[in-house]
């Protein structure tokens, strides 16, 4: 696992808690994390997480408006 040192400006109000969820949710709207990971990552259960996300307009459903209508059409 790797290890990641920030400094920021003091007028910055934020804390490891919260950057921590902001880095994971970007991670996971990107792809780069799956669910459960960025969830782990953020040291939160998954259903925690995933409302979490709704509350910062980051879909919990990581579908391309494409792929979500092929699946609708195969169900």
């Given at each position: 696992m790797q290890t990641l040192q920030l400094r920021l400006p003091d007028f910055v109000n934020i804390d490891a808690q919260e950057?921590?969820?902001?880095?994971?949710?970007?991670?996971?709207?990107?792809?780069?994390?799956?669910?459960?990971?960025?969830?782990?990552?953020?040291?939160?259960?998954?259903?925690?997480?995933?409302?979490?996300l709704g509350r910062a307009n980051v879909s919990a459903f990581n579908y391309e408006a494409e792929e979500l209508e092929r699946d609708m059409r195969n169900a």
């Open positions: 950057l921590t969820l902001i880095l994971a949710s970007r991670l996971y709207e990107q792809g780069k994390l799956s669910i459960g990971q960025a969830a782990e990552l953020a040291g939160l259960p998954k259903r925690t997480f995933m409302e979490l």
